[in-house]
């Protein structure tokens, strides 16, 4: 007899499993419509890869896994696919989540299932994975992928296998009956992990108020070398670390795995799954649930289809709604009250718990707390319930983390001794979501700050490698005019003063009155060319009814007003000089003269034209300067300017453009005109 040790803690509350194992389990058969939720188990939800419309087969992959820990979900029978949507689930807040709607066809037509019952000779990894991809996770309740947690970490070494039967929740049967009907395929799975794992040994933990499925394990045992323990029934004694506790003495450390010790559970309803899908192909796509309560008149367990409404499964029990105040989906204990009777069966849904109101009463209202400390007692973690109450109502949530809040298994146990029927549990769920979802928040704001430093970093990155290509072309720049200047023996800055001196002196002339007059007719020629421009700028501003007019206005009468000084000026002058009798300015006078004559023609001949001959006059002159910006900005990337310049040239082809096709469209309304 193997030696069983004890854990802190636990209660006794009434079983009340014998209503529900008094038959053998039943096919609850396909309902009028499947709801399969895409997120069944702890992880990630998985990922929808089929359409609207389209017919699938018994067991084929409707979504697919989405990351390591994620699990797919399959068709449970052949159908169409009549909706993809959010529904309601079984969860205890009520909401709706991502469902994929099966409509079944009554065929119920498989998809071709190859299994391997010479798993032996397959990789371990390989044999991993298609525990994976057959969409296993946990059946007792929690959901964690089982692919997970056989993927131990390399080094470890696991010393014990343990197949937790202990099913220690009251009213539930689901296990209890599948060690009864399927010992045979318990015992083929727990070799499968035996083979994966690499145990020392195997052991089968069972609760002594089980002694039919005791008898059943033991006798499919014989000569497999797998070892099936008893043990005195205590709640909550199927708790995963419990469970390590009573059968090898060893404590998982707060917040560690039971891999750090050496350890690897699974739970009865998880190992027939596997024994299903290596040995026979076939993915997760049902699972045995037990109805039972006063409220419905045939408590028992059914093999039901993952996705069936609960209303469905409950009518096969002859449910009695009036008789039901609420429906809970798993035990009195851990269970919670589903929000609408129309919810579907999950893969954890072990048990659909339909109590009248004298066999499970509604809780009283809670009192204040008398500080008895029956919590810390019952409490199977060791924790301090009545200190976790505190923090969670204070929402301390340090506190609370400090105070190992997170090894709290939910099981109910200190809420049920509270003499002031404290709902304890439902304070500690809240106050883990909430650090739950401020962690997540952390995270995307660590994650967000990451981005931006990176981003910052890229920046400074490119304008450094900015400034090094400046630096290199005002360094080549640099050499190539001392490289001149040394070819023609000079120094090149006397050259480059020299070369600005003889500009400076052509531009002058040698004479003086000369040069005074050239100035003036320049400024003449000028004048007239900035009016010029100001008024193309300004008709092209009343064309487009733009704000600027005005201000454009105010412009062209200034230019005006200096062109006519300047006209002015140059006649004054000419007038001296004739009285003095230079002869020699008339010529250049003469010039200005027709320069301007010339100007205020082009002025009279623009103004003639009609609108369509002007719009077209306008779109040349753009298309000229577009062409000679072109010219002068590729001219600019040869000689390796600064990138200021080219940035600046670059920006004035963009704008000519625009005002090119601004031009056209001109145009055409015009010629339409």
Request: net charge negative; hydrophobic share 35%; with cysteine.
């Amino acid at each position: 007899m193997r030696k069983t040790y004890g854990f802190h803690g636990g209660i006794h509350p009434p079983e009340n499993k014998h209503q529900s194992v008094r038959t053998p389990i039943a096919d609850a058969g396909i309902p009028p419509e499947l709801v399969i939720p895409l997120s069944q188990h702890i992880g990630t939800p998985a990922g929808v890869i089929v359409e609207i419309g389209e017919h699938v087969l018994k067991g084929q992959m409707i979504a697919e896994a989405q990351g390591f820990m994620s699990v797919p979900k399959h068709a449970p029978t052949s159908g169409t696919i009549s909706a993809i949507e959010d529904r309601q689930i079984a969860h205890p807040s009520g909401h709706f989540a991502p469902c994929i709607v099966l409509t079944p066809d009554g065929r119920d037509e498989w998809i071709a299932c190859s299994g391997r019952p010479d798993y032996e000779s397959m990789d371990k990894l390989a044999l991993i994975d298609l525990i994976r991809h057959a969409g296993i996770a946990g059946m007792g309740g929690a959901g964690f992928p089982s692919s997970v947690k056989l993927s131990v970490k390399p080094g470890t070494e696991i010393e014990t296998l343990i197949i937790n039967g202990t099913e220690c929740e009251p009213y539930i049967t689901a296990d209890d009956v599948l060690m009864r009907e399927r010992a045979d395929q318990i015992i083929e799975g727990a070799k499968i992990l035996r083979y994966i794992i690499g145990p020392r040994e195997t052991l089968i933990g069972v609760e002594d108020n089980k002694p039919e499925g005791i008898a059943a394990l033991r006798a499919a045992t014989e000569g497999s070398g797998i070892e099936v323990v008893q043990f005195p029934t205590k709640y909550p004694s199927g708790g995963e670390k419990q469970l390590i506790e009573i059968l090898t003495g060893k404590q998982v450390p707060s917040g560690g795995l039971p891999s750090q010790v050496g350890v690897v559970c699974q739970n009865i309803g998880s190992t027939v799954a596997i024994y299903q899908a290596v040995v026979h192909g076939r993915p997760l796509i049902s699972r045995v649930t037990t109805v039972t309560g006063a409220a419905v008149r045939e408590p028992q367990n059914f093999q039901a289809l993952i996705g069936t409404p609960m209303r469905y499964l409950l009518e096969k029990a002859g449910y009695q709604p009036e008789k039901n105040r609420r429906l809970i989906m798993g035990g009195p204990m851990m269970g919670f009250t589903v929000p609408d009777i129309d919810v579907p069966i999950v893969k954890t849904t072990n048990c659909l718990l339909a109590p009248t109101e004298d066999e499970l009463p509604t809780p009283p209202p809670a009192q204040a707390c008398i500080r008895c400390g029956m919590c810390a007692e019952a409490c199977p973690a060791s924790l301090l319930p009545q200190q976790l109450f505190w923090f969670a109502q204070g929402k301390e949530f340090e506190k609370l983390e400090h105070h190992n809040l997170f090894d709290c298994i939910e099981c109910g146990a200190c809420s049920y001794v509270c003499p002031s029927n404290i709902p304890l549990v439902q304070y500690y769920r809240a106050s883990k979501a909430e650090i739950l979802q401020m962690r997540r928040d952390h995270e995307k704001a660590e994650a967000s700050r990451i981005r931006f430093e990176a981003r910052q970093h890229r920046l400074e990155q490119a304008e450094a490698e900015k400034e090094a290509k400046r630096a290199a072309r005002k360094k080549a720049a640099e050499k190539r005019a001392q490289s001149a200047g040394a070819d023609s023996g000079e120094d090149p800055i006397q050259a480059a003063i020299a070369r600005a001196q003889a500009k400076k002196a052509a531009q002058h002339g040698a004479g003086g009155e000369q040069s005074e007059l050239e100035m003036l007719e320049k400024a003449v020629v000028s004048a007239q060319k900035r009016l010029d421009t100001a008024t193309a700028k300004l008709e092209e501003a009343r064309s487009q009814n733009s704000d600027l007019v005005d201000a454009l206005q105010t412009g062209v009468d200034k230019t005006r007003d200096k062109l006519a000084k300047a006209e002015q000026a140059l006649t004054a002058y000419q007038q001296a000089q004739g009285e003095g009798g230079a002869a020699q300015s008339e010529p250049p006078a003469d010039a200005a003269k027709a320069a301007i004559e010339k100007a205020l023609a082009k002025r009279q001949a623009e103004a003639s034209l009609s609108p369509a001959e002007k719009a077209r006059a306008d779109l040349a002159k753009l298309q000229q300067r577009l062409q000679k910006t072109e010219a002068t900005l590729a001219q600019s990337r040869s000689n390796g300017d600064e990138e200021k310049v080219i940035e600046a040239l670059e920006s004035t082809v963009a704008r000519l453009t625009g005002k090119i096709s601004a031009a056209e469209q001109q145009l055409q309304q015009a010629e339409d005109a």
